[in-house]
C-alpha cells in the first residue's frame, strides 16, 4: 500500500498529513479529506562509518530476527537514479522511509543496515510515518578502521584520500552522536567478534532500540 496515494481520491503527495489526535494514526488526504489508517511502526537503523561491520552483521541478523523485523541493505538502493548528493542525498533517504513505511504495513518493523544520521531522516516529509527512528552506529578504533578499508576488494576504491575521509567522518559521529536528535547510540566494535557484535544489536533491537 502506498501511504502517499489517497485510496479514495487517487491523489498522490510528496507531503504525506499523520494525524494520530484519535489514538490510531491515518494518512489524511489535504485534497478530499480521506482518512486512511496505517500501521506506524518504528524504524531501527544499524549505522556507522564504514568498515565497521554493518553488512557482516547484517548477514547474522536475518536468521535472527526474521520471523518479527526485516532486514535491508541500504545499498541496493544506490542507483544511479538516487545518487544525487543534493540536500544530504534526499531522494535516497526518501525513497528508503517511503519503503519502509510501505513494508510495515505488513506488521514488522525494518531494521535499515546502512550508513545514515537523524539530521539525514529526521526532516523529511516522510518522518511522520513511523513511530520513531532508533539509531545504533558500529564503531572502531581508527587504526583497525583504516585496516579493515585497505583490506577490502580493489573495486571498491579505497584510496588513502578516501579512508581519510572516512577517518574523519568516524571522528565525527564519535563526538557528535551523543548531542544529535535523537541521540545515536555507539557499540564498539575493535574487539568484539562478528557474533559478538550481532548479540548486541540484536539486544538493542529488542529492547526496543535502548
Request: with cysteine.
Amino acid at each position: 500500500m502506498n501511504l502517499l496515494i489517497c485510496a479514495r481520491c487517487g491523489v498522490h503527495t510528496d507531503i504525506p498529513v499523520v494525524d494520530t489526535d484519535e489514538g490510531e494514526p491515518v494518512v489524511r488526504c489535504t485534497e478530499c479529506g480521506h482518512r486512511q489508517p496505517f500501521t506506524r511502526l518504528p524504524l531501527y537503523c544499524l549505522t556507522g562509518p564504514s568498515g565497521t561491520g554493518k553488512s557482516t552483521v547484517a548477514r547474522l541478523l536475518l536468521p535472527r530476527l526474521a520471523d518479527r523485523f526485516v532486514v535491508l541493505e541500504q545499498d541496493v538502493l544506490w542507483t544511479a537514479g538516487l545518487r544525487d548528493p543534493a540536500h544530504n542525498h534526499r531522494a535516497f533517504r526518501s525513497a528508503w522511509l517511503r519503503m519502509a513505511a510501505m513494508i510495515h504495513q505488513s506488521g514488522r518493523p525494518v531494521v535499515l543496515c546502512g550508513t545514515v544520521v537523524p539530521p539525514e531522516f529526521e526532516l523529511l516529509p516522510e518522518r511522520p510515518l513511523f513511530d520513531g527512528i532508533h539509531y545504533l552506529a558500529l564503531v572502531c578504533e581508527p587504526t583497525m578502521l583504516a585496516e579493515r578499508l585497505r583490506a577490502r576488494p580493489a573495486w571498491r576504491e579505497w584510496d588513502e584520500p578516501r579512508i581519510a575521509e572516512m577517518l574523519d567522518y568516524a571522528a565525527w559521529v564519535r563526538e557528535t552522536a551523543a548531542d544529535m536528535a535523537p541521540p545515536v547510540s555507539l557499540l564498539d566494535t575493535t574487539h568484539t567478534s562478528v557474533k559478538e557484535t550481532a548479540d548486541d544489536v540484536c539486544a538493542w533491537i529488542e529492547r526496543g532500540g535502548r
